[in-house]
Structures are given as C-alpha cells and as structure tokens.
C-alpha cells in the first residue's frame, strides 16, 4: 500500500521545505493504530499491535522508528524502507533477540545530528504516551521539542488528484455496502449479520481497512450516537441506523443512513426523517468555495431548532473526510474555516434522543469545486433526498 512514488516525493519534499522554514533540524511524527493518517500521510502505512514514529531529517531519507514485529511489515509495505528498533514503541515485556535494538540518541548521530543544542519538530505532541516523551528527553536532555502538528496537518487539507481518486472509490464502495446491507433490515436478523454484508461487500471491492467499526444500531441503541453492531435482533416498526466506512489505500470513504424495519414509519419518524432530509437539502444548497464553517452551520441549525430538535442536537453538521472519516476542517458553530476547491467534506445531520424515534442520522460526501459541491456518490445523495 507504499504511495505512489510521485506522491510520497512531493509529500516529503514539503514537509522539508516546513523543517527549513520553521529553522528545525528533523521532525518526529508519531502514531499508532488509534492515530495513522499523520504517518500514513508520508509513509502510506500504519504498523499493528506497536506505535511508532517517522524520522524525518531536513534532508536525505527519513526512517520509521517502531518495533521488530511491524519491521518486515514496512519493509513490505511502506514509502518508507529505513527502519530502527526503538524500545519505546515495542510490544512491553516481549523478547526479540534477533532484532538490532537502537535508541533516539543513536538514530540522531546516525543522521549527523548531536542531540543537543538543535531543534526538532514534533507532529501529535499531544498524543505521544508519556513513556516515549520521557525516553526521548531522556536520551536527548538539550534538545529543543517544536509542536508544528498543525502547520504538518494543513497538508492533508487541500487533496491530490490521486487522494480524490482513492477517496472517489472508496465512496463507491460505501455506496454498494449500503446496498448489500439493505436487504438485510429485517425483522429477526441481527445487527451484526447486517453489518456482516456491508464489511464483506466492501472487502470484495478492495476495501483494505475501515476508518470506524461498522455501525447497524436498532431501536433505542440509535441514541448512542455512533453505535457498534450488537448481537440484538431487529424488530418490526424501530428506527435502524447504519454506517460504514471503508477506506481504499488509507483514504475514507462513508455513508449514513436511517431507516425503520419494515418500511412502514410511525408519524414522529416519518417527520423526523423529512424534517433531516430537509436539513441535508439546505446544507447541500449553502455547500460553496468562500463559505466559513459558522456561517454554513448557522443556517442549518436555525432550521432545525425551529422544528424542535434544538435539545436534541449533538454533532455539527459538516465535517472534512480524508484519511480519518472525520477530520479537521470542522465547520461548527464557531468555526472561522472556509471551504475551499480541493476539500472534500461530508454532510452529515444528525439528532438523538428525539422521542418515538431516537437517534437518526443521514451522511454522505462531497468534493468542493471552483463551482460548487460534487457529490461523491449520486447514488447515496438520491437515496437520501429521494
């Protein structure tokens, strides 16, 4: 799953170009299988079972720092073919006596840095665990720690065409999901054998991994917001909501949608769902280049409170989708972000705990253009509105 060469060398280029304007000498990029899209930004690859991080130098060839077990796994699968063996990121308490065991000092020295009196960039300061903080201060005590995750995230907020590519196809595949699940919502059939056709649809179209647990939730287990399947079984006339996101070469691609078992909606889901239809149809209108994030959210909460659904609201209304189905940009009440051409974004209301009906939600995405918003299922966009 390594990048497309042209892909990973113009990533890299960029990110060095960021080390000699922020006057750093090499940036550290950590993650785990929790948080993978900043490295899978530059490596097209997250490890299992140990976190890591990338060494990048501010020029020549950057390396993965990780555990002996993800070792021939990058070696197969990565942009990124220089490895070391860094205790901090291996499996605790487990022996590898084959494997060349390095530490940050002498990853350092290996790329002509001192450890000391320079200064290194540091990309999700916030979500390194306090054991690998304190090695690293510990084997480098005067070096000088830079968080620049967010100059190092505005590059994942404008896509490539061949990002558009991946995330195009992974929306495909979320779209012929839903239509394996569908058939599925009936009366007796579990959750999980629900959600069961839309992963296996999905893998049979090349989905290499998924951004969240698949989400099939009945009943009052729709108020959960971003509910796993269970072994419930579904019953005739309650609210299903289900989700799923597949992801192709690491990019996310989703849908959401809420219907009733059976077919046949009481009066309160019946309007609830028109009432969210509705609410998708005036974001679509005001999806735009130029737009802020808070402006956007305004008009479509304005909407919905004024239908009753204020105490009722839990999520914003449109988020930005790429390597993690939901990643910065948000466009919340308070955001100052704008839309711009190269974005792609799901629209994606949503309320809980509305009574008789629960918890519904309707999502699917778009990417923005010089003109507008182009869906990236028309398929997903007209079972929604239809």
Known sequence: MALPEKEFETRLKRVQELLKTKNLDALLIYYDELNIANGWYLSGWCPQFESGCIFVPRSGEPMILGGPESEPFAHTDSSIKKTRNIPSFMVPGEEY?????????EVFKEAGLQGKNERIGMVGFAKIPLSVYERLREELKEVELVDITSE?????VIKSPWEVQQIRRAFAMASEAFQAMEPFVQAGVKEVEVAAAGEGKARSLGANWFAFQTIVASGRRTNAVVPTASEKELEIGETVMLGLSPR???????????TVVGNYPNEAQRQCFQD?????RITKSNLRPGIRGKDLDAVTREFLVQRGYEKYLVCPFVHTIGLMEAEGPFFG????????????????????GVPEVHGVRFESGYLITEYGAEPLSHFMEGKILA
Request: with cysteine.
């Open 333 to 352: 009440p308070h955001s100052d972000d704008i839309l711009q051409p190269g974005m792609t974004v799901c629209i994606d209301v949503s309320v809980f």
């Open 276 to 280: 969210l239809q509705e609410a998708y």
């Open 97 to 105: 006596p084959n494997a060349r065991i390095s530490s940050f000092a």
């Open 248 to 258: 192709s070469n690491g990019y996310a691609g989703v849908f959401g949608y809420t």
């Open 152 to 156: 190092y995230e505005s590059f994942r």
